[in-house]
């Protein structure tokens, strides 16, 4: 009975000792450094049972991961043809235009916006959409994907590794676009003219140090597309005369002292562009009073033409197609019938 107490005892012991071992196996063993390196971390927990106790031990592992690399491309185009001369672009053509932008690098780029500069203009482009059809995205699989909540706008919001994403926008081209052209100091009226508009893009990359772990991203600026503007400043003049004859031989056709000649002047901007302060003047050979400044008389064709006072010698715009009459009238002086036979 002595020895059977003793075993009793020896095997309490034992155990303790056990309990002891098993308890402490874990902690003890992490590596130095586990909780705050970097990579993909795991944490293994082994456990078994050995005489109805429960029994553990812990393993970690970190493996490192590739630290991503961040860069942009952006290359942008016109993508249509004008209605002028060489498929150029005259007012009121719609200007197409193409923006690809590609992750080149190996992490995800975030908020990727395009911006649209364009001075050369009187206006901005608009009417921003992303291209799905043509874009090359990842929107599925299970490695990572792009996504955009909003489809028509000039931001993605998150294009994966390889992407490409392309926007879409246009511009419609004014008349002050147009009038704007031209070089006056070589007096050139046919002129290859040209709107050049400037367009960025920025991003934004993961920072787990950030308030909303995004920081500003790669980017790319001064990516310029160029539209030909089909500039044609030009004006005609048709000059007609109407005889009224009341005096002197009425059926000779011959102006004879004191009838009246009628003289009309048809004016049309045959060009593309507004021109500005439109008159005439009349070097008339009669040896009468005459106005060499005729009034403008009527529009045939109008086309937005203004002239503040309709009575006027001057058009403040005549637009391109627009017609214009003018008119003055001549009486007859004695001199005339002597002096131009």
Do not use: C
Request: net charge negative; hydrophobic share 35%.
């Amino acid at each position: 009975m002595f020895l059977d107490n003793i075993k009793r005892i020896l095997g309490g012991m034992l155990m303790l000792s056990f309990l002891f071992v098993a308890a402490s196996a874990s902690a003890e063993d992490k590596p130095a450094g586990f909780d705050t390196a970097t990579g993909i971390k795991n944490t293994v927990t082994v456990t078994g049972t050995a005489g109805g106790v429960d029994i553990t031990d812990l393993g970690y592992e970190v493996v490192a991961v590739e630290a991503p690399t961040y860069s942009v491309t952006l290359a942008k185009e016109v993508t249509n043809t004008g209605s002028g001369t060489n498929g150029k672009f005259k007012e009121g053509d719609t200007i197409e235009y193409k923006f690809t932008v590609q992750n080149n690098g190996t992490g995800y780029l975030y908020d990727v916006t395009i911006a649209d500069d364009f001075a050369d203009a009187t206006g901005s482009v608009s009417g921003w959409a992303v291209d799905t059809t043509n874009s090359t995205l990842t929107t599925t699989g299970t490695l990572g994907t792009s996504t955009d909540a909003t489809a028509s706008d000039s931001v993605y919001d998150r294009l994966y590794p390889g992407d490409t994403v392309i926007f879409t926008a246009s511009y419609t081209v004014t008349a002050d676009d147009m009038s704007g052209q031209g070089d006056a100091d070589n007096n050139e009226t046919t002129k290859e003219n040209t709107l050049v508009n400037i367009a960025s893009v920025t991003t934004k990359k993961y920072d787990a140090t950030a308030t909303d772990n995004r920081v500003a991203g790669p980017s790319v600026t001064d990516v310029t597309a160029t539209a030909a503007l089909d500039y044609v400043a030009t004006i005609s003049i048709v000059k007609s005369a109407v005889l009224t004859e009341t005096n002197g031989d009425l059926t000779d056709d011959a102006a004879a002292a004191g009838d009246t000649i009628t003289y009309t002047y048809t004016v049309t901007n045959t060009g593309t562009v507004n021109l500005t302060d439109v008159s005439v003047t009349d070097d008339h050979g009669g040896l009468g009073t005459f106005d060499t400044t005729p009034g403008f008389k009527q529009w045939t064709t109008q086309n937005g033409s203004t002239n503040a006072d309709a009575n006027a010698d001057v058009i403040e715009i005549l637009r391109p197609g627009a017609v214009a009459v003018f008119e003055t009238t001549y009486t007859v002086v004695q001199d005339d019938i002597d002096q131009l036979q």
